[in-house]
């Protein structure tokens, strides 16, 4: 917990007293090794990172901290402990002249939607689902004047806190190993939540569209980003068994079908402002994440498709505002 005790104190003088009451309890619930066997060894390798805080710490071209000279210790043996932390999903970040060669582009998806989303200056921001945070320091760097993402996955959260360790405490960004479901309900308290794939991963989508809903205070945004398949009004593809290998996948809209959700949940001026077919450019399997990537979801024969027959895994970003009058 002590990762978090800024981030605590904060929470008691904010809008976010309420999480802040249970935030202790969560945490040590989610993050220990009963859920968590190899926890200790990721934990062991914060405690081995360098006590250095890195500078300069630029967040708006990408997610870089610090300079190779900066490092008292050999970068191969640098390199060695954040190696510790594989696979890298999100990315990609430079730390102290060290290329984190993620698996995701992630500046790609960044790039797309940045110009689509109300400016995030001094705005309380949520990232649902964040991975290791990637583009949380990227909603920072963006000027907003605080970021929280949330994300169930220990190691993922580890990545993320060794890269905070190189920067100043006090930095307002952190990913707490939580989900959704365990944020209090109806919290209306964020000025802009983000939900970057994760949509189809939901059994009901409708009930993750609510819950969005009811995280943001009255005028605040969603930015939506998810699969989506060609189709008419009501279409959504449900696959039978996997889908792209995946077998979490349950629901890809027609992006007329998800304009339609988000409307029925309460949203309005919904638009959808990208879509884009992911490419063996913006996901692929790199040195610091060996595992299988797109490469290995598709046909070989060049037409995109997966290896069940689905399209293209192609995604769209939905931007939509809770009304300033509110009715939930």
Sequence with gaps: MHYYKNLQDWMNASRLSSLANCLPKLISEKFNTTRWGDLPLWLECLDNLPKIVGDPVNLNSGVCIGKANQLAIPHDEFKETLMTLHPWRKGPFSLFGINIDSEWRSDLKWNRI???????????????????????????????????????????????????HFTRDSLPIDVLPIGIQDLPKNLRAFDSVFSMGVLYHRKSPLSHLEQLFGLLRPGGQIILETLIIEGKFGYSLVPEGRYAKMRNVWFIPSPRTLISWLRRVGFEGVRMVDVSITSTIEQRKTPWMTYQSLEDFILKDGSGRTLEGYPPP????FIAEVPTQRLK
């Design 114 to 164: 940045k110009s689509h989303i109300h400016s995030l200056e001094k705005r309380l921001v949520l990232d649902v689902g964040c991975g290791n945070g990637y583009h949380c320091w990227r909603m920072l760097g963006a000027g907003a004047e605080r970021v929280i993402g949330i994300d169930p996955s220990a190691k993922f959260v580890c990545q993320f806190l060794a890269l905070k």
């Design 314 to 317: 192609t995604r769209g970003v």
